[in-house]
């Protein structure tokens, strides 16, 4: 049986060099931007006490021996945003990192069990700041590489345009004609209403099934009726998300039952997801009990929780951080069909 070319065939690699270089200088320059900000670029531990306590987030577990011989399980993070919190905690105001991080159960021409995360934080500063940041990445991005556009299947996006700012409510009403926010308690530790919004997703035409929870359901309408439609023309930003599905996130001010959460979106591709970072211990924990217990549920599994952590965040002072996914960011910025054809040494 015939295979597939590797990705170190020769020939191969001369056709996707150009792209490689081009990935190289893209991050030159977000490196540049960044310090020309006053910020610190720092490495992160990719070995962590816990990859992280959200109900869908897959890790990948090793098993580690210390020099007493005790063998101890640790997780490949999936983000770096623990580690960064601390630094956060410890003093640091300004800082980003190119992070090699692992997700489980990912995979296809838009996803990878090992990719770079872009990730960055703001201490002090309001979640509208990184809302700039992002524009300004995009500009960035596209001008480094000489890009007009973003593109993706067939789809553009223009990054020098400002970012479209769309809140999750409006959106669910706008394309799908749910009111969401009808569903939401005013106490947001108090359970959404389930009922509610499956009827109306269901006369909408979404599919509800019978174990489906709110959360099950609102992720439905997203991926059916919200995020295709996103980041046509120009980039969207998804705000405020019920503070349910945003676990690491302050609430919002004017309305507890959102959260200071938003996703950027760019020709129907998720880029990056950000908060006005949770600094409450407390709180922070029992979100992270409601997420297990509802991962134990769905996948008979749960992550411990990073107590350490959780004690950093009782002296981190009010932050805002994002996550960015640098290698979609320049498969749309080199108009690349896969994930694969931008990454250095792709997996297989």
């Known amino acids: 049986m015939k295979t597939a070319t590797p990705w170190w065939d020769p020939v191969t690699h001369a056709d996707r060099r150009p792209l490689l270089l081009a990935r190289n200088r893209v ?93 960055w934080y703001r201490a002090g500063a309001p979640w509208e700041a990184l809302m700039d940041d992002c524009a300004g990445l995009l500009r960035l991005t596209a001008d480094t590489v000489g890009a007009s556009h973003l593109v993706h299947r067939g789809r553009t996006c223009d990054p020098h345009l400002t970012p479209e700012r769309l809140t999750v409510a409006d959106a669910f009403a706008h394309l799908a004609g749910i009111d969401l926010l009808a569903t939401l308690p005013a106490d947001p530790t108090a359970e959404p209403d389930h009922d ?67 996703e950027l979106w760019a020709c129907g591709v998720e880029l990056a997801n950000a908060f006005g970072e949770l600094t409450d211990p407390a709180e922070q924990r029992r979100r992270f009990l409601v997420e297990m217990d509802e991962k134990e549920r769905i996948y008979g599994e749960r992550y411990p929780i990073d107590e350490d952590f959780l004690a950093a965040l009782a002296r981190m002072p009010p932050t805002s951080g994002i996550a960015l996914g640098f290698d979609r960011l320049v498969m749309l910025a080199l108009g690349a069909p896969r994930l694969s054809d931008v990454m250095w040494t792709p997996e297989g």
Not at 56 to 77: P, Q, S
Not at 226 to 240: K, M, N, W, Y
């Open 27 to 119: 991050k030159s320059a977000i490196r540049r931007w960044f310090e020309a900000d006053d910020f610190t670029e720092v490495e992160t531990t990719c070995l962590q006490v816990s990859p992280g306590n959200e109900t869908h987030l897959h890790a990948l577990g090793v098993w580690v021996t210390g020099d007493d011989g005790e063998r101890r399980r640790r997780w490949l993070h999936t983000s770096p945003e623990y580690a960064m919190k601390k630094l956060v905690a410890a003093g640091e105001t300004k800082i980003f990192d190119f992070a090699r991080v692992w997700r489980n159960r990912e995979g296809g021409d838009r996803h990878a069990i090992e990719f770079t995360m872009l990730e």
């Open 196 to 262: 509610a919004l499956a009827a109306m997703a269901t006369a909408a035409g979404i599919r509800v099934g019978d174990d489906d929870g709110w959360s099950d359901v609102f992720s439905r309408v997203l991926a059916e009726r919200i995020e295709p439609a996103l980041g046509d023309g120009r980039a969207v930003l998804l705000t405020e998300y019920p503070s349910r599905e945003a676990a690491l996130a302050r609430p919002c001010a004017h309305d507890p039952r959102v959260a200071e959460r938003f």
